[in-house]
């Protein structure tokens, strides 16, 4: 495997606490903007039920246009996607999550577009401590993991 093998990685609270991050778009907006001061943010309708995402844009130290978007499925229930992202970007934005953003670290899970593609159902969890090198081991790890 390559070591800048790019994926599109989602990160979402536990299934059981859905709700446990109490996101909302304004705050989600407001810590990224905090914490990236180059970010850029546009909220977008779709034509799901009238919903609307967050897509954004921040520059990580190896990557100056990494794009995402969050979603609210439900209320409160907030979900974090990097698009094309290596696991070294991805870190960087997980980390931020985790100390930052969500209010207790192990409520951050984790897969990838190509786990859901081969059917892969787990929640990864990513490491309650650690600095971003952790969090890109445990990403790189389950990309080994679903091919």
Same mark, same amino acid.
């Given at each position: ?68 978007? %969050?979603? &609210? ?8 996607? #990097?698009?094309? @992202?290596?696991? +070294?970007? /991805? ?22 577009? %190509?786990? &859901? ?8 969890? #990513?490491?309650? @401590?650690?600095? +971003?090198? /952790? ?13």
């Amino acid at each position: 495997m390559s070591n800048d093998r790019r994926a599109t990685f989602l990160f979402y609270p536990p299934t059981d606490r859905a709700n446990a991050w109490h996101m909302t778009f304004d705050g989600f907006r407001t810590a990224l903007e905090q914490a990236f001061p180059d970010a850029f943010t546009r909220l977008m309708p779709t034509s799901f039920r009238g919903g609307s995402y967050l897509e954004f844009e921040v520059a990580t130290p190896d990557n100056p246009g990494l794009r995402g978007i %969050a979603t &609210l499925p439900v209320e409160e229930c907030g979900c974090v996607t #990097l698009t094309e @992202a290596s696991p +070294t970007d /991805a870190a960087h934005i997980a980390h931020w999550l985790r100390d930052t953003f969500i209010p207790s670290p192990d409520l951050i899970r984790f897969s990838s577009e %190509a786990a &859901l593609e081969t059917g892969d159902e787990s929640h990864w969890e #990513l490491p309650a @401590a650690g600095d +971003t090198a /952790a969090i890109e081991a445990a990403l790189r790890e389950h990309l080994e993991a679903v091919g």
